[in-house]
């Protein structure tokens, strides 16, 4: 073999050997399981394909936790997951699965809606695969991902993707982008499915408000605030208000949803169903363009030099300083902003109560952190342990 040759095979061999790691490390994230410590008012799993037979089988046959009170009163329903790479809406869910003792109502929760975008990283972004927060027992270990689901899952995707009903003209992967697909078709590709699957769950179970979690960088304007609705937007406000005046040290405010803007949950959940529709945003520095390297360590402490340096010039809608956005920062303000809208929603609603207990609020999450408010899946019951 000449000198060539070998220089090629020597490519080639070290090709597939990367090929193979890289595969490898693939394939674990993919196979990866987020296990779900049923908390003392969960009783009942249901699976997404019950609603929607098609995902039967499919990355997105989702989990749907249902907590109940055994007390009439409406019910509540929270999505974690629209948005895999934004971590503090499946976390914020696991807290209330794991910790909510319902009163009063029903809440119900999915914390991997869109679960296909969870089990792969975006390209060319050197997302971590995984993110972790540590308790008294170990790591609690959580899958982070894409925006959209994977290609893998569904395939192809159009030139021009046309929402259903609307014939609004999006952008191709927004097919793939559970907040662009609502509310779905059963004869769609997957994620139209799922939404149609989300969208039966709320019309057949009588869903009187649905909560919508989200992360958005800096450089996006809507954000640290409450979007509605038109059925929503008292709700919103009250909200709102309570939470900047007794609260939030960074304002929490209120946007109205487009009405012709569609395929988003605060827009066709409410036009599609009884349910008052809400989607909360708050800041996460690592989506941010401008930022330097992305690792967990950014991610979970929410400090980038580059982004701050982008505040100072008047670049952000949101501040940033040395103390950044940590993930208790993030997951505390859901928390409050969900109990606080369920607060109001019973002022405004009284015969449909829904009660909460057994959740903190913000300024306990940043003191605490975490780590306490997960439970050891390896001491829990088999029958109280569920997979994502």
Request: aromatic fraction near 8%.
């Amino acid at each position: 073999m000449d000198k060539t040759n070998k220089i090629k095979a020597g490519a080639l061999l070290v090709s597939i050997v990367l090929a193979a790691a890289g595969g490898a490390e693939f394939y674990a994230m993919r196979g990866y399981k987020e296990a779900m410590v049923l908390g003392p008012s969960v009783v009942e799993v249901r699976k997404l394909s019950q609603y929607e037979p098609s995902l039967a089988g499919t990355a997105n046959d989702a989990n749907i936790y249902i907590l109940d009170s055994s007390v009439p009163g409406g019910t509540v329903m929270i999505l974690g997951g629209t948005h895999p790479e934004e971590p503090v809406g499946p976390i914020a869910a696991h807290i209330l699965v794991e910790n909510a003792r319902l009163e009063a109502g029903r809440l119900v929760v999915v914390s991997r809606a869109n679960r296909s975008g969870s089990l792969y990283s975006r390209n060319g972004e050197a997302y971590p695969n995984y993110f972790h927060v540590e308790t008294e027992w170990g790591e609690k270990k959580w899958r982070l991902g894409d925006r959209a689901a994977s290609p893998l899952d569904s395939w192809p995707d159009p030139e021009v993707y046309v929402h259903y009903p609307s014939r609004q003209m999006l952008a191709y992967m927004d097919i793939r982008n559970l907040n662009r697909a609502w509310p779905g078709r059963p004869q769609g590709l997957l994620v139209e499915r799922t939404t149609h699957g989300l969208m039966e769950f709320i019309r057949r179970e009588k869903v009187d408000m649905l909560i919508d979690l989200h992360e958005a960088e800096l450089e996006y304007p809507v954000e640290n605030t409450i979007v509605a609705h038109e059925n929503g937007q008292e709700i919103a406000a009250m909200a709102s208000m309570m939470l900047t005046a007794q609260e939030f040290p960074v304002p929490i405010g209120v946007e109205f949803s487009p009405k012709a803007l569609h395929g988003l949950t605060h827009r066709e959940v409410g036009d599609h169903s009884d349910a008052r529709s809400l989607l909360f945003e708050v800041a996460e520095p690592m989506l941010d363009r401008i930022r330097g390297v992305t690792d967990e360590r950014l991610l979970m402490e929410g400090k980038d030099e580059f982004v701050m340096e982008a505040g100072k010039h008047k670049l952000l809608y949101a501040p940033m300083d040395e103390n950044g956005w940590p993930i208790e920062v993030r997951v505390g303000r859901h928390l409050s902003t969900i109990l606080q809208c369920i607060d109001v929603f019973n002022m405004m609603i009284p015969d449909r109560p829904v009660t909460v207990a057994g959740i903190p609020r913000y300024a306990e999450v940043v003191e605490k952190k975490l780590g306490y408010l997960f439970r050891d899946p390896s001491k829990a019951p088999a029958d109280k342990v569920a997979y994502d």
